[in-house]
């Protein structure tokens, strides 16, 4: 989720999402708009005696609204912090902290699967969360009558916080409260199956989630439901497809050097353009007399050059240089995410010299993926893949 970096907290960027700019003056009109309801719920729950009557006259209600809003986003803030400083002290990397519409997102490069792990860093967040609202719940009770304006703020956010924290904690995998049942789950079962019942009741959890949505007439409820029933079911999918590819590696489904169509620096641009028409062929590896991987060109780069100079420009005058790769030991898995963070649509696989020998494309891992998922078996399904009889898309 891409958004406005703002900086680093402990070395992690912190951003803002455009929706966030939306959401919050929305906030702030809501609470604003509502502060003689609110200002009652305050005092009812936290034992207050605040005078509603003050509070809105003017513009005071606006810029409590305001004030208010934005504390409950720093409390979202500190409640991701929770969740990305226990990540880091497993060494987990973290890419970044998003503020947008539905509240923070911290984003993981990887999520342990190690459930005591994962278990710490779920709870970590709703646990920052409580701890916030008590400190707010504390401030309201040292602050004096003089200082009502101040106490409503710091009662609504330590009921907010508390609040955020048991909404959190409810089974709306990957909420927290999901990733915490997922991990008590894999204590006693692989991490996969413990993700696919997480991810069921998660969804589950949405479809009411977006029901009650729908009663309620809540955009954000519904809203917040298909986030959650999305996300349910990728994480499922991700962890179905890293189980399948345990063991598995790039060169046991990379299409090899020797099945390769390959393209030399020095063709120009004309013959290039011809060779693809012929071999219905849009993009080819570029390799030097030595057999070494030195770029890529596609039908894109050819296109880049202007029809009246195809014959004057070669391959290695439009080729991109900068091409990710990968060697033939990694791991099938690992290949996939480098071609969806890249959104690339495949992967040359070089060995320790440099040399190419295959490539390996998204369609190639989600073919290996259905006939191991088919099979049940990846070494039995690997084995019929080299052999050419389960994988007509290699070629």
């Given at each position: 989720?891409?958004?406005?970096?703002?900086?680093?907290?402990?070395?992690?960027?912190?951003?803002?999402?455009?929706?966030?700019?939306?959401?919050?003056?929305?906030?702030?009109?809501?609470?604003?708009?509502?502060?003689?309801?609110?200002?009652?719920?305050?005092?009812?729950?936290?034992?207050?005696?605040?005078?509603?009557?003050?509070?809105?006259?003017?513009?005071?209600?606006?810029?409590?609204?305001?004030?208010?809003?934005?504390?409950?986003?720093?409390?979202?803030?500190?409640?991701?912090?929770?969740?990305?400083?226990?990540?880091?002290?497993?060494?987990?990397?973290?890419?970044?902290?998003?503020?947008?519409?539905?509240?923070?997102?911290?984003?993981?490069?990887?999520?342990?699967?190690?459930?005591?792990q994962e278990?710490?860093?779920?709870?970590?967040?709703?646990?920052?969360?409580?701890?916030?609202?008590?400190?707010?719940?504390?401030?309201?009770?040292?602050?004096?009558?003089?200082?009502?304006?101040?106490?409503?703020?710091?009662?609504?956010l330590a009921?907010?916080?508390?609040?955020?924290?048991?909404?959190?904690?409810?089974?709306?995998?990957?909420?927290?409260?999901g990733r915490?049942?997922?991990?008590?789950?894999?204590?006693?079962?692989?991490?996969?199956?413990?993700?696919?019942?997480?991810?069921?009741?998660?969804?589950?959890?949405?479809?009411?989630?977006?029901?009650?949505?729908?009663?309620?007439?809540?955009?954000?409820?519904?809203?917040?439901?298909?986030?959650?029933?999305?996300?349910?079911?990728?994480?499922?999918?991700?962890?179905?497809?890293?189980?399948?590819?345990?063991?598995?590696?790039?060169?046991?489904?990379?299409?090899?050097?020797?099945?390769?169509?390959?393209?030399?620096?020095?063709?120009?641009?004309?013959?290039?353009?011809?060779?693809?028409?012929?071999?219905?062929?849009?993009?080819?590896?570029?390799?030097?007399?030595?057999?070494?991987?030195?770029?890529?060109?596609?039908?894109?780069?050819?296109?880049?050059?202007?029809?009246?100079?195809?014959?004057?420009?070669?391959?290695?005058?439009?080729?991109?240089?900068?091409?990710?790769?990968?060697?033939?030991?990694?791991?099938?898995?690992?290949?996939?995410?480098?071609?969806?963070?890249?959104?690339?649509?495949?992967?040359?696989?070089?060995?320790?010299?440099?040399?190419?020998?295959?490539?390996?494309?998204?369609?190639?891992?989600?073919?290996?993926?259905?006939?191991?998922?088919?099979?049940?078996?990846?070494?039995?399904?690997?084995?019929?893949?080299?052999?050419?009889?389960?994988?007509?898309?290699?070629?």
């Amino acid at each position: 989720m891409r958004g406005l970096r703002l900086g680093r907290v402990f070395d992690i960027p912190i951003q803002l999402n455009w929706t966030f700019l939306l959401i919050l003056p929305i906030f702030a009109w809501v609470i604003g708009s509502d502060i003689d309801r609110l200002t009652g719920l305050v005092n009812d729950l936290l034992g207050g005696s605040i005078a509603a009557d003050p509070l809105t006259a003017g513009l005071t209600p606006w810029l409590l609204g305001s004030a208010a809003a934005a504390g409950l986003f720093v409390g979202v803030l500190l409640h991701e912090f929770g969740h990305s400083l226990v990540a880091m002290r497993y060494g987990v990397e973290i890419e970044s902290i998003t503020l947008w519409l539905l509240g923070g997102v911290a984003n993981f490069k990887t999520i342990p699967e190690d459930w005591r792990q994962e278990f710490s860093i779920a709870i970590a967040g709703p646990v920052v969360s409580v701890m916030v609202g008590v400190l707010s719940f504390v401030a309201f009770l040292v602050l004096p009558p003089s200082l009502d304006a101040v106490r409503f703020v710091v009662g609504y956010l330590a009921l907010m916080n508390v609040g955020l924290a048991a909404f959190n904690m409810l089974p709306g995998f990957p909420m927290d409260g999901g990733r915490v049942l997922r991990a008590l789950l894999a204590r006693t079962r692989p991490h996969a199956r413990a993700t696919k019942i997480a991810s069921e009741v998660g969804k589950t959890f949405a479809f009411v989630l977006g029901m009650l949505g729908l009663f309620a007439f809540s955009p954000i409820m519904i809203l917040l439901a298909f986030f959650i029933y999305i996300a349910a079911s990728g994480e499922a999918q991700q962890s179905a497809i890293k189980s399948a590819f345990q063991d598995v590696t790039v060169g046991d489904i990379m299409t090899p050097e020797r099945d390769l169509l390959v393209a030399d620096p020095k063709t120009t641009i004309s013959d290039l353009m011809t060779r693809m028409l012929t071999e219905r062929h849009t993009g080819y590896p570029v390799v030097d007399s030595r057999g070494a991987l030195i770029g890529m060109v596609t039908l894109d780069d050819a296109r880049s050059v202007g029809e009246v100079e195809r014959d004057a420009y070669t391959v290695e005058d439009v080729m991109q240089r900068d091409v990710q790769t990968i060697t033939p030991d990694a791991d099938a898995f690992t290949a996939l995410q480098r071609i969806q963070d890249g959104d690339i649509g495949r992967l040359p696989v070089v060995d320790a010299a440099g040399d190419l020998v295959g490539i390996v494309s998204k369609n190639d891992l989600m073919t290996a993926f259905n006939v191991i998922q088919s099979r049940g078996d990846a070494t039995t399904g690997l084995q019929q893949a080299q052999s050419g009889s389960e994988f007509p898309s290699i070629r």
